[in-house]
């Protein structure tokens, strides 16, 4: 069990009459990223707050870097670092000073700290900020600077709280490198994130949260096995031409009010061939024709008891920001 | 490392961190040294003349009541430059650094104690200040002793420590820095009702019990007594007790508003 970075048994956790976590089982083996993916409000943050001692459990029986969270948290706080989904620099003072003041906060040794600072700075490409202060930084910048704040004291697991919301794609890109280079020194990471492609990305193990449920957890693999495999999609703007073709193939899932079919198929070329072959002769012409292979999107909607159709997704994610 | 150290080690890490703050952004600060100033140079030379008349059986002329009114702005100054230290630390309650540093294993109560001790080093300071503006318009107080003196320096920083940890309560559980700074208005404002610019007796006779005991009334005279030479009596004590009360009351609110769960 030592090689557990954060073992969770039972967590609970409710405001007032709304019950967020719902007693949920948890176990991260150190060295690894772990993901906790979930739509909003479905208790991600707060599981983040009380792993990381910010916030009380009601229950549970909670480990985290090899220490009782309720008996020993100031152990947990020394192999810890956290953070969190809104920026937790000191915007008054500039990025360097920020950077030291968390040296002296880890009781390093002068020179030791100077040095840990400097060399962070090169790491996450702040040298040129140093000076400034935070506050006038980019929400990218702010963010290195807050996960570089976090590594100042070496902590052996780091929480991660949606570290790429609010990023432009190039910075979340480099947020991914920073978190995988910070897998390959060791270290274990606890990853929420809404964003599925990010899970998919990162993480080594992957927990759906739903509601304060675990709806899943696997790997991202295991994970897109649980629900059916992939399929082609031909929608029809002609209910006529819709009818006609659905009474012609009939091993096909109908959507009557989107006027669409879903015919499995794994995707590959030959597939797609016979199955265009198949078409002609049956005399179907579809306005549009998409491939779906599964991705963790039909997990996440499959398991979060969504009744978005999937080929909607990344609109309706879209809308939703 | 003993308990101890690291709880001064931290502590004072957390007051460097502040007065960088101080040293960063002095705009909060000086507003709020202006005011006292302000006043101190309008009721001594815009109404000097009719404020005289009301003290000492109106025999009194304008620098009279300038040694009458320096110790209640040097008190009132205490009360300003703290609506600093409500607002900041309510600022810092509301920003996220604040929950890095609860996840930290920091001393706990580290981020509180730099901000008392900053604040009581600003009042201190903001008191000298507006104490040389004094000097400089004409204030002496060349018949009071060094051992006075020292208990006039003493004096101030215990009140200056006691209305800080009120201060520091009030940022605790206020919601903004805008809420924190209202609510430490009454901080500011206590002086004008005490005996600080006219003398109690000269007040409506409801209204002088009130005015007589507020915490700034006997500390004003304290200083008096210990500036000027003039009778403390009874209000010495009252002076030490309120200044304890107000601390301890101040310490216990600002510890558990801090030890709540954040949202």
């Not at chain 1, 029809?236 to 015919?263: G, K, W």
Request: with cysteine; hydrophobic share 45%.
């Amino acid at each position: 069990m030592t090689s557990l970075a954060i073992a969770a048994k039972g967590l609970r956790k409710s405001y007032g009459d709304k019950v967020v976590l719902d007693g949920i089982d948890l176990s991260v083996p150190a060295g690894t990223i772990f993901s906790l993916l979930g739509p909003n409000g479905a208790g991600k943050t707060t599981a983040v707050k009380i792993l990381s001692t910010l916030v009380a459990p009601d229950g549970g029986d909670l480990r985290v870097g090899g220490h009782d969270l309720a008996a020993e948290p100031q152990a947990v706080r020394a192999a810890i670092g956290v953070t969190g989904q809104f920026s937790a620099v000191d915007g008054l003072i500039t990025g360097e000073e920020n950077m030291l003041l968390m040296a002296d906060l880890h009781r390093l040794p002068k020179r030791e700290g100077r040095r840990t600072v400097a060399a962070l700075l090169e790491r996450f490409d702040l040298v040129e900020a140093a000076k400034k202060p935070a506050a006038g930084y980019s929400g990218g910048m702010k963010r290195r600077l807050d996960i570089a704040m976090t590594l100042v004291g070496g902590p052996r697991i780091i929480f991660l709280d949606e570290p790429t919301t609010g990023l432009d794609p190039r910075s979340r890109h480099t947020m991914w490198q920073i978190i995988r280079e910070l897998v390959s020194d060791g270290v274990t990471v606890f990853l929420t994130t809404q964003y599925l492609e990010e899970a998919d990305e990162l993480a080594d193990r992957i927990a759906v949260l739903d509601n304060g449920t675990l709806a899943a957890e696997g790997s991202a693999e295991e994970l897109k096995r649980l629900i059916p495999g992939g399929h082609v999609r031909l929608r029809f703007s002609d209910p006529a031409a819709y009818r006609s073709a659905a009474s012609a193939l009939r091993e096909t899932v109908r959507d009557d009010e989107a006027l669409a079919l879903q015919i499995p198929s794994d995707g590959s070329q030959r597939e797609l061939r016979s199955l265009l072959d198949w078409l002609d002769s049956a005399g179907v012409e579809a306005d549009e024709l998409t491939v779906h292979t599964p991705d963790l999107d039909d997990v996440f909607f499959a398991l979060t008891g969504s009744t978005t159709v999937p080929a909607q997704h990344h609109q309706t994610e879209e809308a939703a920001r | 490392m003993s308990a101890l150290t690291l709880a001064v080690r931290d502590s004072s890490t957390m007051l460097r961190r502040n007065l960088l703050h101080v040293r960063r952004y002095p705009s909060l600060t000086l507003n709020l040294l202006l005011t006292p100033v302000m006043l101190l140079l309008l009721f001594v030379y815009i109404f000097g003349d009719t404020m005289s008349a009301g003290i000492a059986g109106g025999g009194a002329d304008r620098s009279a009541y300038l040694a009458y009114v320096v110790p209640g702005i040097l008190l009132m100054t205490i009360g300003s430059t703290v609506v600093g230290a409500a607002v900041s630390v309510a600022t810092d309650m509301s920003e996220g650094i604040m929950a890095r540093f609860r996840t930290m294993a920091i001393h706990r109560g580290s981020v509180l104690i730099g901000h008392v001790v900053g604040s009581v080093i600003q009042s201190v300071a903001s008191v000298v200040l507006v104490g040389a503006v004094g000097v400089a318009i004409g204030f002496r107080s060349t018949d009071a002793t060094v051992l006075e003196w020292l208990a006039a320096f003493g004096f101030l920083t215990l009140f200056a420590a006691a209305v800080t940890w009120i201060a520091v309560g009030m940022g605790t559980a206020s919601p903004n820095a805008e809420a924190a700074s209202n609510m430490a208005v009454p901080l500011f404002l206590l002086p004008l009702i005490s005996s600080a610019f006219t003398p109690i007796d000269a007040m409506p006779g409801w209204f002088q019990p009130i005015a007589e005991y507020q915490p700034f009334t006997p500390a004003i005279e304290t200083l008096r007594g210990l500036l000027l030479g003039t009778e403390i009596g009874h209000n010495g004590w009252l002076a030490l007790a309120w200044c304890l009360v107000l601390g301890a009351l101040g310490y216990r609110w600002s510890t558990s508003a801090f030890r709540r769960d954040p949202k």
